[in-house]
């Protein structure tokens, strides 16, 4: 599936063979600023598309962008071939395309269950009406619990299922975010910076969890500063710098990209710039 | 006047209709404040909407319980009116479109031009006779001791408490099934809930619009019990006085709001009557019985910044689910 | 147990700080006696009656006004000044019935309601109660506010006048809602509690006014504002600042605001009064005709000093380190905290810069529509549509809104009745945030 990727020539806008997210002239400013000016950009189905660049440079305005959560002045985006723009958000979500949160949104006076089974989809006990009558929702709630469970199983977040989620730790919200997501049941999996504040050894186990979610056919987009990750787990990178798509292409051939390193070494002295300094000497300091 | 006839004063109000009134629009505000997070500042004008609809109809020409339907469907406008401009923005915006339509209302209501259709700041009185002719209690007075009510009374009580009784018990119902829960997900975040595929607009609307029925019934309540409608009740100060109740019972849980307005009547009329007697008595010398009216609010505002200050969740909330602290 | 013992130190300074107001309060409420207005009122000779006769704006003199207690005492009949002005000092407090003789008004003038020749009312003692017959020359006088739908055409010079009184409400406004906006943009607290912060300018001038002091209006009003700049920073110390360290949630604080508005404004009542009571100096003036338009001095004096002080807030914001600081905060808090900014200076600095401008737009409005108990809050629903209109948060967008607001509810009573003038700001909040909710001025916020 992902071999597909390898033919591919590596400039930035470049078709795929099977997208599942076309984005056409996408454009935010603030102000005079262009957080994000997007001119083309497809993401392969079923793959791990990952979305780098230096800090500021964009990437979680056009997760926004891209799934509702804020306006662009300008572009079109599909998924699965349907329109996107102009839609709310949580229309976004239901068609599929569903979003984790840099800042984690844990539900904090909620249990951790609760958190989950919030997550779940097409449940009818949330319509006003049929709420008052459990008999129609009690077997979907039963069958969402299951769900939630294997899924916190897989999440090590089980032992906190009945703590509410505001005693999680940081890095318990990234999992449980993360987890909600897939509640969700998406087709593609938008995820901000999942790994950031996770512990070494989970953060490993998050990663082949993420692979094993491609092999099952989900699409994942991933924002992730590690560049170990990153180049571990991506079949397909695209570097953003200053709103733009600068490079894209597998891995190893973004790392090496001049213009990638260009992107790190120039945003090395603008003022956002805190941590993961590459080392000049090596492409990205990998 | 003495001590021990304050007391049992303070204790019949908070019992009686002015207690029920507040606890039924407290329910309602619950739902939408502690339940949905929801900023609302115009609780009052769903009141008035039901206060006005009930008169208005029965000056019409119409039956009672017709104007009571009435009330409850402009109270669905009203949540419209405060739900399109604010619901898609941030918590504080809904805040202070809610006080503004609500004084809106009450201006235009009170206006002189308008006074062919709303009677102006007269309003109306002596509109509920089918409500007391259907009172199946036989005359008299009932209690113990000190403790007494006129059959009249005791049938508002017996209603209101009643439909308190149902008000809350349905509130339980809907926060105990999946419904309730994306609700709770709203107060917590709105765009987290947003991102898991819900229309958050909607289910804002929703508890705005039931919490509003609910004021609008209480709204009735009132205007069947006082037999009379001015617009000037209608003030902001009386949306604030539900929240004091609401929090003081213990935002977000069941019986808080029945709980809290008998509280707070309770202190409310007790500290009165105190004062009260220190007029009479010559004692508090600073002070004239004008003032105790708004007295009264100052004491609520009081509880309302001690009980953020000392006690956020209330009498009846857990503290780990303090509703109003982080 | 360090946060433990953070949380009771917190608590400490939260009870310290409640307490203290408490006392604060009581003080100011002992101190005087509990009427100010009729227990404070200078001893003057005695009580009177007093008005004045215009027509649009000019003095009506030689008018015949008869006055006669209706138990018997005082009969009095005087003719008005060149200035149109008459008054009757009263011997006793009573209930008096006043009355204009109609025969003695010029021709082409006459009474706007014929009916209302002649006005009961109680005079107390002490009292001196200003009594208004009000006049028209007949040509469809705009005076005429009760009743309702007045299509004059198109008169220039009134709309010239309105336009000019509403420049003069809208800076009024705008001087309040710029410390609201400041206060909200720099803590992100929208403080339901500034229209009694407005209220307490009006108040504090007054008691050095006309209640404990009799100093001129502009020394009261320093002090005024003094008062003021100690009240808003002992609101930051005493109350915010304690529960914003247990990281009490921003709804909560807003309903202690909430809570604190009703108890002040409840307080007011009792200890100031309900009846509005008017500075001793600019309470009646005459209006100058200008030629383009009639204005009264004062008018034009607020104007003044409103945009003085709106000149001094843009100065301190875009001039002084402390502005530069302001914006940084209100711009992104953890960056100005990060860069070296003592983010919490910078908000006490803030509140008793918005205080101070709450309290002088409080004495601005006294000076034109007495001083009410509940003026500020009537004033605070003004504020929130002119932020809103403006762009929440922004420093300069509430003045921008207040003004639009302020000529278009001035200029709005020349078409409709005055009662819904304000009804018409409140619509202007509730389409904009429809059609923009960021307001003129402001931007959208960020997600995730
Ligand atoms: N609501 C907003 N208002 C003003 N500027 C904004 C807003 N949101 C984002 N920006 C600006 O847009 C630019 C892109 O921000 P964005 O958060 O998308 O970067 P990012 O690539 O996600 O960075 P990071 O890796 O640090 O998360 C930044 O300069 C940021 O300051
Ligand atoms: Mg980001």
Redesign the interface.
């Known amino acids: 599936m992902t071999e597909v990727l390898n033919a591919i020539p590596t400039v930035p806008g470049v078709p795929k063979p099977d997208p599942i997210l076309v984005v056409d002239g996408l454009h935010r400013a603030f102000g005079g600023l262009d957080a994000v000016a997007v001119e083309h950009l497809e993401v392969q189905r079923g793959c791990i598309t990952s979305l780098i660049g230096p800090n500021g440079a964009g990437k979680t305005t056009f997760f926004n962008c891209l799934t509702g959560f804020d306006r662009p002045q300008g572009g079109t985006w599909s998924f699965d071939g349907k329109p996107l723009h102009g839609r709310f958000a949580y229309q976004i979500a239901r068609r599929g395309l569903v979003r984790t949160f840099q800042l984690t949104k844990a539900l904090a006076r909620l249990t951790v269950t609760d958190n989950m089974l919030l997550a779940a989809r097409d449940n009818p006990g949330e319509r006003l009406y049929a709420s008052l009558i459990p008999a129609i929702w009690r077997d979907t709630e039963a069958r969402n619990r299951d769900r939630a469970r294997e899924l916190l199983d897989r999440f090590e977040l089980s032992h906190m299922a009945g703590e509410l989620a505001g005693t999680l730790s940081g890095g318990q919200r990234k999992l449980l975010e993360m987890a909600r997501a897939l509640m969700t049941d998406p087709s593609a999996i938008l995820l901000d910076e999942p790994m950031a504040g996770v512990n070494p050894r989970l953060a490993q186990s998050l990663a082949s969890h993420i692979q094993e979610l491609r092999d099952n056919g989900l699409t994942v987009i991933l924002i992730e500063h590690d560049m170990d990750v990153v180049m571990g787990i991506s079949d397909w990178v695209v570097c953003m710098a200053e709103g733009r798509v600068i490079s894209e292409g597998p891995p190893a051939t973004v790392r090496a990209d001049p213009a990638v390193i260009d992107a790190y070494l120039g945003a090395r002295h603008a003022p956002q710039e805190t941590s993961s300094r590459p080392d000049p000497g090596e492409p990205l300091g990998i | 006047m003495d001590a021990v006839n304050v007391l049992l004063d303070a204790l019949r109000t908070s019992v009686g209709p002015q207690a029920i009134v507040f606890a039924l629009a407290g329910v309602g505000l619950n739902l939408q404040f502690g339940y949905a997070g929801l900023l609302n500042f115009g609780q009052v004008a769903f009141m008035l909407a039901g206060a006005y609809g009930a008169s208005m109809t029965v000056d019409a020409g119409g039956p009672l319980w017709l104007g009571i339907v009435l009330g409850m469907l402009a109270a669905l406008v009203i949540a419209m009116l405060f739900g399109l401009p604010a619901l898609r923005l941030r918590a504080d915006y809904l805040a202070i479109v809610t006080i503004s339509v609500g004084e809106i209302i009450r201006l235009v209501v009170r206006s002189s031009t308008f006074e062919p259709i709303t009677n102006g700041v007269f309003g109306y009185r002596d509109f509920a006779g089918w409500f007391y002719d259907i009172n199946p209690i036989p005359g008299g007075r009932y209690g113990f001791g000190g403790f007494t009510f006129s059959e009249r009374r005791l049938w508002v009580i017996v209603v209101g408490w009643g439909l308190v009784a149902v008000a809350s018990l349905l509130v339980f119902w809907l926060m105990r099934s999946p419904w309730g829960r994306v609700l709770e997900g709203v107060r917590e975040d709105e765009d987290a809930v947003r991102s898991m595929g819900k229309n958050v607009f909607m289910y804002k609307l929703q508890a705005l619009a039931i919490g509003g029925v609910m004021a609008a019934v209480a709204g009735s309540l009132r205007a069947m019990d006082t037999e009379a409608v001015r617009p000037d009740f209608f003030f902001t100060i009386i949306t604030f006085t539900i929240y004091a109740a609401v929090i003081l019972g213990g935002a977000g849980t069941i019986l808080g709001p029945a709980l809290g307005a008998m509280a707070l009547w309770f202190v409310v009329s007790f500290s009165e009557g105190i004062l009260r007697l220190g007029i009479d008595s010559g004692v508090v010398e600073f002070l004239s019985l004008e003032d105790l009216a708004a007295i009264r609010f100052m004491i609520v505002g009081l509880v309302l910044i001690l009980l953020v200050v000392f006690r956020p969740q209330g009498l009846l909330g857990r503290r780990e689910a303090g509703l109003i602290d982080d | 147990m360090y946060p433990n013992e953070q949380a009771r130190a917190c608590h400490r300074a939260?009870r310290v700080g409640?307490v203290s107001g408490l006392l604060f309060l009581l003080m100011a409420?002992?101190g005087g006696?509990?009427?100010p207005a009729m227990a404070q009122e200078p001893p003057t000779p005695g009580q009177g009656v007093s008005g004045q006769l215009v027509v649009g704006s000019d003095p009506v003199e030689g008018v015949t006004i008869e006055v006669a207690g209706t138990s018997g005492a005082d009969v009095a009949t005087v003719e008005t000044d060149d200035e149109g002005a008459w008054s009757v000092p009263l011997t006793s407090p009573d209930t008096y019935e006043i009355s204009i003789d109609v025969d003695t008004l010029p021709d082409g003038v006459a009474l706007a309601d014929p009916e209302r020749d002649s006005l009961t009312l109680p005079v107390r003692e002490g009292q001196n109660r200003i009594i208004i017959f009000q006049l028209t020359d007949g040509e469809g006088s705009a005076e005429d506010e009760?009743d309702?739908f007045d299509f004059i055409g198109l008169d220039f010079k009134r709309l010239a006048s309105l336009t000019v009184d509403g420049v003069r409400f809208g800076i009024v406004i705008g001087v309040m809602a710029m410390g609201l906006s400041l206060i909200f943009g720099v803590t992100g607290l929208?403080n339901?509690a500034h229209g009694e912060l407005v209220t307490f300018g009006a108040i504090m001038a007054w008691l050095f006014n006309a209640g404990w002091f009799r100093f001129p209006l502009l020394i009261a009003a320093l002090c005024a504002l003094v008062l003021a700049a100690v009240l808003g920073g002992g609101l930051e110390l005493g109350?915010v600042r304690p529960?914003r360290r247990?990281?009490?949630?921003?709804?909560?604080?807003?309903?202690?605001t909430?809570?604190?508005?009703?108890?002040?404004?409840?307080?007011y009542?009792?200890t100031f009064g309900?009846l509005p009571k008017s500075y001793r100096d600019y309470a009646i003036q005459r209006e100058a005709d200008l030629g383009l338009f009639a204005v009264t001095p004062k008018t034009l004096g607020i104007i003044a000093i409103g945009a003085l002080a709106i000149l001094l807030v843009a100065l301190v914001l875009q001039r002084t380190r402390l502005g530069t600081a302001m914006r940084a905060v209100a711009d992104n808090k953890d960056l100005a905290a990060a860069s070296g900014i003592d983010v919490q200076r910078v908000v006490l600095h803030v509140w008793i810069l918005g205080t101070v401008l709450a309290a002088l737009g409080g004495i601005l409005l006294g000076v034109t529509q007495k001083v009410e108990y509940d003026m500020g809050f009537k004033a605070l629903?003004l504020m929130?549509?002119a932020v809103?209109v403006g762009g929440?948060g922004t420093a300069y967008g509430p003045l921008l809104g207040a003004l639009l607001l302020g000529i278009v509810t001035q200029v709005s009573t020349l078409w409709f009745?005055t009662?819904?003038k304000?009804?018409f700001a409140?619509?202007a909040?509730?389409l904009m945030?429809?059609f923009r909710?960021q307001g003129i001025l402001g931007?959208?916020?960020r997600?995730?």
């Open positions: 939260l409640i409420a002992l006696p509990h009427d009760e309702g929208i339901f109350l529960l247990r990281r009490t949630s921003n709804i909560a604080l807003i309903v202690v909430i809570g604190l508005s009703e108890f002040l404004r409840s307080f009542q009792v309900p629903l929130f549509a809103v929440l009745p009662e819904f304000f009804v409140l619509l909040l509730i945030l429809v909710p931007r959208r916020e997600v995730g």
